[in-house]
């Protein structure tokens, strides 16, 4: 699943690509996710210039002259493609054809990608807004005795961060994927404040230098920690793997434990 990073560098280069352009037409070719009709897409979008595209946690949103947003949840399997004139891929979700000739389609081969009209506004703050604030992820934090890796990956806390980027932040805050979320001490929340902020952003960076003009997919290898092929951390600790809530988790013995 792309995550923060990956979707950040995708709105960017969408932005870049198709902002300013009028879309002709909309097609709603999978109505299973859909969370409003195809007449409802076509008569807010059809005719409407699209004003810019960025991110939201882990979704994208595409922002019409009209205020109306498209939103766009990829999900497992979801990718975007460019196409001209006529979409020919397969397993479309929904294509947007704009009046210059370019389109974009969004497929899923399992259907599960979401595509919405006019989201509601999420009350938790994304992983990088100036909302989420030291102070919000201590309340946060002081607040369950779950473990603190659980937390991170609740979207109705913090949206935005997904499987991947919690081992790597927990990694470079040195804290146990499996510590008690209010057991954790001061100095090291503050450790995983700033550590959020610099692992997201400096993937990002790397995403852009290695495929600048990326619009789907992962980018992984630059990874320190979750990676399957990896056996020890950049600083020598060896990387274990285990099942936290169906998932898998990568760390290593240099991440203190808080219980």
């Known amino acids: 699943m792309p995550e923060l990073p990956d979707l950040q560098v995708f709105s960017h280069n969408l932005d870049k690509a198709l902002s300013g352009k009028k879309l002709k037409v909309i097609k709603l070719e999978n109505t299973k996710k859909a969370k409003d009709t195809p007449a409802a897409f076509k008569k807010a979008l059809e005719g409407e210039t699209l004003e810019s595209v960025y991110r939201e946690g882990k979704e994208l949103r595409f922002r019409f002259k009209n205020e109306a947003v498209l939103g766009m949840h990829l999900m497992l399997h979801g990718k975007l493609y460019y196409f001209e004139e006529e979409n020919t891929n397969k397993h479309t979700v929904i294509a947007l054809l704009f009046e210059d000739g370019k389109g974009l389609a969004l497929t899923d081969f399992q259907g599960a990608a979401v595509p919405s009209l006019n989201p509601e ?45 919690a081992d790597e932040i927990l990694w470079e805050a040195g804290i146990s994927p ?73 760390y290593t013995n240099e991440q203190e434990l808080f219980e």
Do not use: C, W
Not at 131 to 136: G, I, S, V
């Open 121 to 165: 506004a999420a009350a938790a703050p994304d992983a990088l807004s100036k909302e989420f604030t030291l102070t919000f992820l201590k309340e946060q934090l002081a607040k369950k005795k779950t473990a603190v890796k659980k937390i991170l990956l609740d979207q109705h806390i913090i949206r935005g961060i997904g499987n991947a980027y």
């Open 178 to 250: 499996f510590s008690i979320a209010n057991k954790i001490p001061a100095t090291k929340v503050k450790a995983l404040h700033a550590a959020i902020h610099n692992v997201l952003k400096e993937a990002e960076k790397q995403i852009r230098k290695e495929h600048p003009d990326i619009i789907a997919g992962e980018i992984r290898d630059f990874m320190k920690i979750h990676q399957p092929k990896k056996t020890h951390s950049p600083t020598g600790g060896v990387i274990e793997q285990q099942e936290l809530n169906s998932r898998k988790t990568y």
